[in-house]
Structure formats: structure tokens, C-alpha cells
């Protein structure tokens, strides 16, 4: 199973980017409760960054460093906003193989 990491918090070096500032975000168990069906699921970019296959990026999102050159896949940002977790897979289904 294909381990993805949500990129919901990077460090920019100086601060922490985050889409957490929206506050109806801020809880991401249903988030991975819905990918974990499909998916081996992290929320956690800091703490995992070296164990998964592919991030999953808001697209806006703030700029971070890709240390592992891991694959990215996009998804508009305001799928998470709505929760739109089936749309969201389509984006992820479309870019694992």
C-alpha cells in the first residue's frame, strides 16, 4: 500500500506554514479515516517526510523544501476546505499507479 503524506504543515525555516489557519480545518481524522481505505495515510510532513511515497499538497500552499525530492501531487485547496474527499482521490488515483 502507497504511503501518502498530507502536507498540511511545513517548516519555512523561519515560521511554520499552514492551511490550520482556517479553523474548520483543524481536525484531520476524517481525513484520514477516508484515505486510510485506500492509502497508508500521514498528516504529519515534519515527523514522516522520510517514510512516505508521495505528498499531498494544497495548491495554493505555502513554499516549502522537498529535502527527499518525493513525488508531489496537487490538489486545489479548496477541495480541503470543502472536504471533498472524493474529488480529492481522483486527483490522487490519477498521479499512483
Do not use: Q, W
Not at 481525513?31 to 508521495?54: C, E, G, P, T, W
Amino acid at each position: 500500500m502507497k504511503k501518502i503524506c498530507f502536507v498540511l504543515t511545513v517548516s519555512s525555516g523561519i515560521n511554520f506554514g499552514s492551511i490550520d489557519a482556517i479553523p474548520f480545518i483543524k481536525n484531520h481524522d476524517d481525513l484520514k479515516a477516508y484515505f486510510s481505505k485506500y492509502y497508508d495515510v500521514s498528516v504529519n510532513y515534519l515527523k514522516d517526510k522520510d517514510i512516505v511515497d508521495y505528498l499531498v499538497v494544497p495548491k495554493p500552499f505555502v513554499p516549502f523544501d522537498n529535502e527527499n525530492n518525493l513525488p508531489i501531487i496537487e490538489v486545489p485547496a479548496r477541495l480541503f476546505i470543502e472536504k471533498d474527499f472524493e474529488k480529492m482521490k481522483m486527483y490522487l488515483d490519477n498521479s499512483i499507479s
